[in-house]
């Protein structure tokens, strides 16, 4: 492992996705057991894109925590889809991570809510009912956190939890991943915790191995911070850690 510094930020470097994952599913476990052993119970956010896969993976293997004293949440979800579509993050982290954790309680971000701004703000409500321990997050191939695409990213934002639009680049990445089958049966907009949101997490875990991110951790940490890189807000707050492989690391000078 290779640790470096990028202002505020600490990044680790991993020679293999592998080691990538079992690491930082080490450091969520050790969070996460630290705040049940202060607090008596731990709450996370936690996403559900393919770079999370064998993190996630290694979070179920490794065990550790006493799951039924953590509150769990996700960060986004598609405006409008079910929540059985099979591209729907409620239907992975439902399959994937609560049926094998059982935690206390999984919330879910409603995307097919009749009243969508409301329950934005219920969604929201429960989030701030109490702090929230962990925010595990990827790096979207735009440089996006959570669905916070360039054009819609504020660093400031008054809002926990909004509806936003997705960018093309957003959208053709959910392509080119094999979750729809073609641009247009993309959703243009999404449910998504706001920057601000995903920030006030006491620890944050930002996990990003594959080559195609490369570009996205290049600008992220040797470019401006500034939402035309979203991720880069990710270099004021030291409670966060990112963690790359050899490929997403490749292009860093």
């Known amino acids: 492992m290779k640790t470096t510094k ?8 991993f020679p293999t996705e ?3 994952a079992q690491a930082a599913a080490k450091e969520a476990q050790k969070c996460l057991s630290a705040a049940i052993a202060q607090n008596g119970s731990a709450a996370a956010i936690l ?5 999370q896969i064998r993190f996630l993976e290694a979070v179920v293997a490794l065990g550790g925590v006493d799951w039924s004293r953590v509150t769990l949440f996700h960060m986004d979800e598609y405006l ?3 929540a059985d579509h099979p591209a729907s993050f409620r239907k992975y982290m439902r399959e994937k991570v609560e049926a094998l954790l059982k935690p206390k309680v999984f919330h879910y971000v409603p995307g097919d809510a009749p009243q969508p701004i409301a329950a934005c703000e219920a969604y929201e409500a429960l ?4 702090p929230i321990d962990l925010c595990c997050l990827g790096i979207g191939e ?8 360039p054009p819609v990213a504020d660093f400031n934002d008054a809002r926990g939890v909004k509806i936003v639009e997705l960018d093309r680049a957003c959208r053709l ?3 080119n991943e094999g979750h729809f089958p073609n641009y247009d049966a993309v959703p243009a907009y999404a449910v998504t915790l706001t920057v601000p949101m995903l920030c006030s997490a006491k620890r944050m875990l930002c996990i990003v191995p594959e080559t195609r991110k490369a570009q996205a951790v290049k600008d992220t ?5 500034a939402t035309a890189c979203p991720a880069s807000i990710l270099r004021t707050k030291p409670q966060a850690t990112l963690y790359l492989d050899s490929d997403s690391a490749s292009l860093l000078a």
């Open 6 to 13: 990028y202002d505020q930020l600490t990044v680790h470097t």
């Open 18 to 20: 592998a080691e990538l």
């Open 47 to 51: 996403a559900s894109a393919n770079s």
């Open 80 to 82: 409008g889809i079910s």
């Open 127 to 130: 989030l701030k009912a109490q």
């Open 142 to 149: 735009n440089g996006h956190i959570a669905f916070n695409d």
């Open 173 to 175: 990445q959910q392509v």
């Open 221 to 225: 940490l040797e470019g401006p911070v």
